[in-house]
C-alpha cells in the first residue's frame, strides 16, 4: 500500500515538454557551410526566423546542402510549422538516405505533424543506420511512446539509450517518464535522481519526481516540490494543478474519515438506544468517533512531518495559490474539534455533535467542489498518461 491511508482522491499530471529525439540545431548542422552552422546556432539561441533567413541565403548562393535542410526543419518546428518542417526534412533525407540525424529530425517532424506511423518508421530507419546513437533510441521511444501495444519496444529503446549514453541527464528523465507512464513508481523516482544528480537544473525531471512521489502517497513532500517549482514560474499550470492535489488530498481523506465516523455513530446509536443498555450506548457515540479521529491524526501527522521544517512555508502557498484550500482546513478543523469535544459529552449530545460534524463534512465537500472546478485537469504535452481523476 502507498505510503498515504489509500489511494489518492485525484490524479497528478506529469509534464513531458520536452522532444528528446529532437536534435538541437547546432548538431543538425554539422558539416555543413560556415553560414549553416551559424544558422543552427540562431535556432538553439531561440531566433529561428533568423536562421531561416541564413540558410535560405546560403542555399540561394551554394544550393541546398543536407545540413542546410535539416536546420531549416529545426526553425519551422520552433515557428511551430510542423507541416512545412516535414518537407524539409524530407529533402534532408531524399539528399542522405542513410543520414541518422535527417531522420531523427524527420521522425521529430512527423510526430510534431500528427503522423505518428510515419515517425515510427523514420525512427527505427535512424536507428538502423546508426545504432550506437543514444539520440536514434531517443527518438524510437519517442515515436513508440503514445502506442501502448509499442511500449515493450519503446522501453527496450529507452534501456538502449541509457546504456549508451549513461551521462547524459535526458536520457534518464525520457526512461523515468516511460516508467512512470507504465506505473513503475519506484524505478521512475530512481531514474529522475539518476538524471537529477547529472542536471540539478531539469525541473521537468524534478516536477515529475515529485508526481511519482505524489503518485506514492507523499503529499507534502511533492506538495513542497511543486511549490518551489510555482516560486520561480508562477504560471506553470501543471505544477499548480499537482499543488492543488497534494494539499487537497489529505483533506479529503479527512472529510471522508470524519463523515463515515458521524454516518457510524448515527447507525450504532439506534442500533443499541432500545437495548436499555448505558454502556452500549456509550459505546456506539465513542467508538466510531475515536477511530475517526485516529486515523486523521495520523493523517495530518504524516502530512506535516514530511512537511518539517517548511510547513508554514507549504501552508502559505497553499493558501495563495489555491483558493479556498485555507477555508476548507479551517471547517474540517472545526468539525475534527467538535468531534473530540463529542467524547466527552453524554450519548445523546454526542450524537448531536456528530450531527454537527456532518454538517462540517457536508459545506467541505462543497468548498472542495469549488476548488476542482478552478483547477481543471492539465494535460500540457502529447506523452501525458496520467491516472483518472477520482
Not at 502506442?147 to 528523465?173: D, I
Not at 507504465?182 to 524505478?187: I, L, M
Not at 513542497?224 to 494539499?247: E, H, Q
Request: proline residues 6%.
Amino acid at each position: 500500500m502507498p505510503a498515504g491511508t489509500g489511494p489518492p482522491v485525484l490524479g497528478a499530471s506529469a509534464v513531458h515538454g520536452e522532444r528528446y529525439s529532437s536534435p538541437v540545431a547546432g548538431e543538425a548542422a554539422q558539416r555543413g557551410p560556415a553560414t549553416v552552422i551559424r544558422a543552427g546556432a540562431l535556432v538553439d539561441a531561440g531566433r529561428p526566423e533568423q536562421a531561416l533567413a541564413e540558410v535560405r541565403a546560403v542555399e540561394h548562393d551554394e544550393g541546398e546542402s543536407i545540413a542546410g535542410q535539416r536546420v531549416r526543419a529545426l526553425a519551422l518546428l520552433a515557428l511551430d510549422q510542423p507541416d512545412a518542417a516535414c518537407e524539409a526534412a524530407r529533402r534532408a533525407v531524399a539528399l542522405a538516405p542513410g543520414d541518422s540525424t535527417s531522420l531523427r529530425v524527420l521522425s521529430t517532424a512527423l510526430l510534431r505533424s500528427g503522423d505518428r506511423i510515419g515517425a515510427v518508421e523514420a525512427a527505427r530507419r535512424s536507428v538502423a543506420a546508426d545504432p550506437g546513437s543514444w539520440q536514434a533510441h531517443a527518438a524510437r521511444v519517442d515515436a513508440l511512446w503514445l502506442g501502448e501495444q509499442n511500449r515493450l519496444e519503446a522501453m527496450r529503446a529507452s534501456f538502449e539509450a541509457v546504456r549508451l549514453a549513461p551521462t547524459e541527464p535526458f536520457v534518464h528523465r525520457q526512461h523515468g517518464d516511460l516508467l512512470l507512464a507504465v506505473g513503475r513508481q519506484r524505478e521512475a523516482q530512481d531514474a529522475y535522481r539518476r538524471g537529477l544528480a547529472l542536471a540539478p537544473e531539469d525541473r521537468g525531471a524534478r516536477h515529475n519526481l515529485a508526481v511519482a512521489r505524489l503518485r506514492h502517497g507523499h503529499e507534502s513532500e511533492s506538495a513542497l516540490a511543486f511549490a518551489g517549482i510555482l516560486s520561480t514560474n508562477p504560471t506553470d499550470a501543471t505544477a499548480l494543478r499537482n499543488l492543488m492535489v497534494g494539499v487537497v488530498n489529505p483533506l479529503g481523506r479527512i472529510r471522508v474519515t470524519l463523515g463515515g465516523g458521524a454516518v457510524f455513530t448515527g447507525l450504532e446509536f439506534l442500533a443499541t438506544i432500545d437495548s436499555g443498555d448505558p454502556g452500549m450506548v456509550r459505546w456506539a457515540t465513542t467508538f466510531p468517533p475515536v477511530f475517526a479521529l485516529a486515523v486523521i491524526a495520523f493523517i495530518a501527522l504524516r502530512f506535516t512531518s514530511e512537511a518539517r521544517p517548511r510547513l508554514a512555508f507549504l501552508v502559505s502557498v497553499a493558501r495563495r495559490a489555491v483558493p479556498g484550500w485555507g477555508l476548507v482546513a479551517l471547517v474540517l478543523g472545526v468539525a475534527t474539534a467538535i468531534s473530540v469535544t463529542g467524547l466527552f459529552l453524554p450519548p445523546v449530545v454526542a450524537l448531536v455533535a456528530q450531527g454537527l460534524v456532518f454538517v462540517g463534512v457536508v459545506i467541505a465537500s462543497v468548498l472542495m467542489k469549488r476548488i476542482l472546478r478552478a483547477f481543471p485537469r492539465t494535460r500540457p504535452a502529447v506523452h501525458e498518461d496520467d491516472d483518472d481523476d477520482g
